[in-house]
């Protein structure tokens, strides 16, 4: 148990579907992160959101949308995703301090959810 | 570009043996270096390196970051087949939060 929880942690959709990847963190943080990992690649940085503000977006396709209504939510909407999307979706927090750049602090992760488009 | 190079990709030792796991980076904005281990799931958070030349130690696990070479290294002693994982390193901006993952260095402890 991290501390941070993510659901479905198995997900199937076609193509045409929309459904919802869920995070929640309960370590008091109020950075949160989502990170794609595709087979044999590393980890790819998705958004990142620091006291509910999304703060990057790392050229992330629009069929992926944040969503960090408080610090200790994030969802990721996926809307007519590709079968090139299948792959791991990983939720993780941190400590932030607002106005501050970066803290140095550790990220902790959730378990991911695996997605596969078909 | 930002990146973070790890080597080997894979290797494959024996119970016992003791592995060197290296990781360079280029990163401009460096605050901190990152170890993970990943066994199937998510990545568990092993160390993390701001200072040159401090070595941090957790059991049989062992780091140590050079900031002006750029380069960190993992030690494990005594491996075990339960050290079987991929091994994360990151690079940590000072800018909001970035991390930089390198490919992963996949240990395979057999016995």
């Known amino acids: 148990e991290t501390g941070v929880t993510q659901t479905p942690r198995h997900l199937v959709m076609g193509m045409t579907n929309k459904k919802s990847l869920k995070c929640e963190q309960h370590?008091?943080?109020?950075?949160m992160y989502w990170y794609k990992q595709s087979a044999k690649k590393p980890l790819e940085l998705m958004f990142v959101?620091?006291?509910?503000?999304?703060?990057e977006n790392n050229s992330v396709p629009s069929r992926f949308s944040p969503e960090c209504p408080n610090s200790s939510h994030l969802f990721l909407h996926l809307h007519t995703l590709q079968p090139e999307d299948s792959a791991l979706y990983l939720c993780?927090?941190?400590?932030?301090?607002?106005?501050?750049?970066?803290?140095?602090?550790?990220?902790?992760f959730g378990e991911g959810s695996w997605l596969t488009v078909v | 570009e930002d990146k973070v190079v790890q080597s080997p990709l894979s290797l494959v030792v024996h119970e016992g043996d003791t592995v060197t796991l290296n990781c360079s980076y280029e990163?401009?904005?460096?605050?901190?270096l990152l170890w993970y281990k990943q066994e199937k799931k998510a990545p568990t958070f092993l160390f993390m390196l701001?200072?040159?030349?401090i070595e941090k130690k957790s059991g049989r696990l062992s780091s140590i970051l050079d900031k002006k070479e750029l380069f960190s290294i993992l030690n494990i002693t005594a491996t075990q087949t339960g050290d079987s994982a991929v091994y994360l390193c990151?690079?940590?901006?000072?800018?909001?939060?970035?991390?930089?993952f390198g490919p992963g260095t996949s240990l395979s402890v057999i016995p």
């Open positions: 993780a927090s941190s400590h932030a301090r607002r106005g501050l750049s970066g803290s140095g602090n550790t990220i902790y």
């Open positions: 370590l008091g943080h109020n950075a």
């Open positions: 959101y620091n006291f509910k503000e999304q703060t």
């Open positions: 990163v401009t904005n460096f605050r901190s």
């Open positions: 701001t200072s040159s030349g």
């Open positions: 990151a690079a940590r901006k000072t800018s909001y939060d970035k991390v930089i």
